[in-house]
C-alpha cells in the first residue's frame, strides 16, 4: 500500500459562515415530499420486487471544462448498477470557475449523468464547493447552488432551512405498496473550513476543516424521535456526508490518539474492514458529536463521507458502519499523481437495500472506473466545452454574500438530451496513449 499522501491543493485558513436563525421548538424534518417544490407523485419507493439502490459519488471537482473520464465513469457506473437514488456527497465543483455561469457550468456535466437517466439525486455540499466565490468573486454560494439545483426535474435536495448549511436533509423511502417511512437518506451539510486562529489560538498541526455543528445534531435527534414518533418505530436509514468523523480515523487504528499500524490488523478484525487507505483522515477541527448522536438513537446503519480522495475503507464501529466513497472526478488529485495509478481509485460505492431483510439495508461495494474501460492515462482530458442546460433550468445570479439572488439576466437555456445519452461533445483531437508528458 502506498504511503499515506498529503492533501493537495489546500486552502489556507478560510473564514466562518454567516451565523443561521436560531431553532424553532419543531423539528425540521425535510423530507422529499414535503420539502420538493415537485407534486406528491414524486417519492421515493421500492421496487415490486422489494430492492433499492443507492449509488454514491464524491469529490467530482473540477471546472466548467470538467474531464471528460469523470462523465464517461459516472455515465457507464449508473448504466451498470442502474440505481434508484445517486448523490453527489461533496465538492461536486472546484475553486476554478471565474464567472457565476461558470459555477453552474462545472455543477451541470456532473449532475446531467443523473438527470438525463431521470434518476432521482441530491448533492451535499463540501469544502470546495464555494472556493470560487471566495477565490474569484463569482458571488455563488451555497444558497444560489442550491436554488439552481431544485431546478432540475430528478433533483431532491430539500429547501433550505434555518439550520446551519444548505444540504441537510431527510428523504425517506417507501415500501413497495407505497407506505412511507421505510427507510431514511439523511443528508447532512459538514460545512468547509474551520474559523482562521478561533479565540485568537493557531491551529497548526492539526486538522483545520470545519465540523458538523450542534444545531445540526438537534436537528438530526429530533427529526428521528419525530419520525420514530409518526411510523411507531425507529426508522432505519444511512447518513451521507462530506467531511469525515474523527472515529473514521479511530476504526482504522484501533486507537484514539495515535495513527500507527500497530494495533491496525486488530482493529481490522474487530470491524471488519475492507478497502484501502491511501491518505489521513482529514477531519474537522473539532468533534462534532454526530457518531455518539446516531449511536444513542439506533436508527443509522452507516455513515459515508468523501474529501479524502483515495481513502476506500469501511467497516462497522460498533453498530455502525463508517465508510468511505472514492473520488470520482478525475480533474483532482489521485494516487501517485502524475503516474498511471493516479486514476486506479477513482470510483463510486453502492448500497443494496431490502425491504424484506430485517436490516433492510444489505450491503455495499465498490465500482471503479478502471474495470469500466476508462482511459487511466494521467494526462487531463477536459471538455471542448460545458454541456447544455436542460431547458427548464436557468443559472442563477451571485451575490456579494450567502443571500439568494435571482436568474442571471439574459442567460437562455438550451435544451438538453431527454435521454440517458453520454453528454460529452466529441474532443477537438485524439489523446495519445503513449505516459505522462511532464511538459503539460
Known amino acids: 500500500m502506498p504511503a499515506p499522501l498529503s492533501r493537495r491543493h489546500l486552502l489556507q485558513g478560510g473564514s466562518l459562515l454567516a451565523a443561521t436563525a436560531a431553532l424553532t421548538s419543531l423539528p425540521l424534518q425535510a423530507t422529499a415530499q414535503e420539502t420538493s417544490r415537485a407534486s406528491s407523485s414524486r417519492r421515493l419507493q421500492f421496487n415490486p420486487d422489494g430492492t433499492f439502490r443507492i449509488m454514491q459519488f464524491n469529490d467530482t471537482q473540477d471546472s466548467p471544462l470538467t474531464d471528460r473520464r469523470t462523465i464517461e465513469f459516472m455515465e457507464k457506473a449508473l448504466d451498470e448498477a442502474k440505481p434508484d437514488f445517486a448523490l453527489i456527497n461533496g465538492d461536486v465543483i472546484n475553486g476554478d470557475p471565474t464567472t457565476a455561469e461558470e459555477v453552474y457550468q462545472a455543477i451541470n456535466n456532473v449532475v446531467l449523468p443523473m438527470e438525463n437517466r431521470s434518476i432521482p439525486w441530491a448533492v451535499t455540499f463540501g469544502n470546495h464547493d464555494e472556493d470560487s466565490a471566495e477565490s474569484n468573486g463569482t458571488g455563488v454560494f451555497e444558497a444560489q447552488m442550491l436554488e439552481f439545483l431544485r431546478q432540475y426535474a430528478h433533483n431532491y435536495n430539500p429547501a433550505d432551512d434555518p439550520i446551519v448549511g444548505h444540504s441537510n436533509g431527510q428523504l425517506l423511502i417507501n415500501d413497495s405498496a407505497g407506505n412511507p417511512g421505510k427507510f431514511a437518506i439523511w443528508l447532512l451539510d459538514s460545512g468547509r473550513y474551520a474559523p482562521e486562529d478561533p479565540a485568537g489560538q493557531s491551529t497548526e498541526g492539526l486538522k483545520d476543516y470545519d465540523w458538523i455543528r450542534p444545531e445540526q445534531i438537534r436537528w438530526y435527534t429530533d427529526t428521528s424521535i419525530a419520525t420514530e414518533k409518526e411510523f411507531g418505530r425507529k426508522v432505519p436509514g444511512l447518513m451521507f456526508f462530506h467531511i469525515p468523523t474523527f472515529e473514521h480515523h479511530h476504526m482504522w487504528y484501533g486507537q484514539q490518539f495515535t495513527s500507527n499500524e500497530i494495533e491496525r490488523h486488530k482493529a481490522a478484525e474487530r470491524h471488519g474492514i475492507v478497502g484501502e487507505k491511501n491518505e489521513?483522515?482529514?477531519?474537522?477541527?473539532?468533534?462534532?458529536?454526530?457518531?455518539?448522536?446516531?449511536?444513542?438513537?439506533?436508527?443509522?446503519?452507516?455513515?459515508?463521507?468523501?474529501?479524502?480522495?483515495?481513502?476506500?475503507?469501511?467497516?462497522?464501529?460498533?453498530?455502525?458502519?463508517?465508510?468511505?466513497?472514492?473520488?470520482?472526478?478525475?480533474?483532482?488529485?489521485?494516487?501517485?499523481?502524475?503516474?498511471?495509478?493516479?486514476?486506479?481509485?477513482?470510483?463510486?460505492?453502492?448500497?443494496?437495500?431490502?425491504?424484506?431483510?430485517?436490516?433492510?439495508?444489505?450491503?455495499?461495494?465498490?465500482?471503479?472506473?478502471?474495470?469500466?474501460?476508462?482511459?487511466?492515462?494521467?494526462?487531463?482530458?477536459?471538455?471542448?466545452?460545458?454541456?447544455?442546460?436542460?431547458?427548464?433550468?436557468?443559472?442563477?445570479?451571485?451575490?456579494?454574500?450567502?443571500?439568494?439572488?435571482?436568474?442571471?439576466?439574459?442567460?437562455?437555456?438550451?435544451?438538453?438530451?431527454?435521454?440517458?445519452?453520454?453528454?460529452?461533445?466529441?474532443?477537438?483531437?485524439?489523446?495519445?496513449?503513449?505516459?505522462?508528458?511532464?511538459?503539460?
Open 280 to 440: 489521513d483522515c482529514y477531519t474537522g477541527l473539532f468533534n462534532s458529536g454526530i457518531y455518539a448522536a446516531a449511536f444513542e438513537r439506533g436508527d443509522i446503519l452507516g455513515m459515508y463521507c468523501g474529501h479524502d480522495h483515495i481513502n476506500t475503507y469501511m467497516g462497522n464501529y460498533y453498530g455502525i458502519e463508517l465508510g468511505y466513497g472514492p473520488g470520482t472526478g478525475f480533474g483532482t488529485y489521485g494516487l501517485n499523481d502524475g503516474t498511471w495509478h493516479m486514476h486506479t481509485l477513482r470510483g463510486a460505492r453502492v448500497f443494496e437495500l431490502n425491504e424484506n431483510s430485517e436490516r433492510v439495508y444489505d450491503s455495499t461495494r465498490l465500482i471503479f472506473a478502471k474495470d469500466l474501460g476508462v482511459d487511466m492515462n494521467p494526462q487531463p482530458q477536459p471538455l471542448d466545452a460545458p454541456a447544455e442546460f436542460p431547458e427548464s433550468v436557468r443559472p442563477i445570479a451571485g451575490a456579494d454574500s450567502a443571500d439568494s439572488a435571482g436568474p442571471i439576466a439574459g442567460a437562455d437555456s438550451a435544451d438538453s438530451a431527454g435521454s440517458a445519452g453520454s453528454i460529452l461533445p466529441n474532443l477537438s483531437s485524439e489523446l495519445g496513449s503513449s505516459g505522462w508528458d511532464s511538459s503539460q
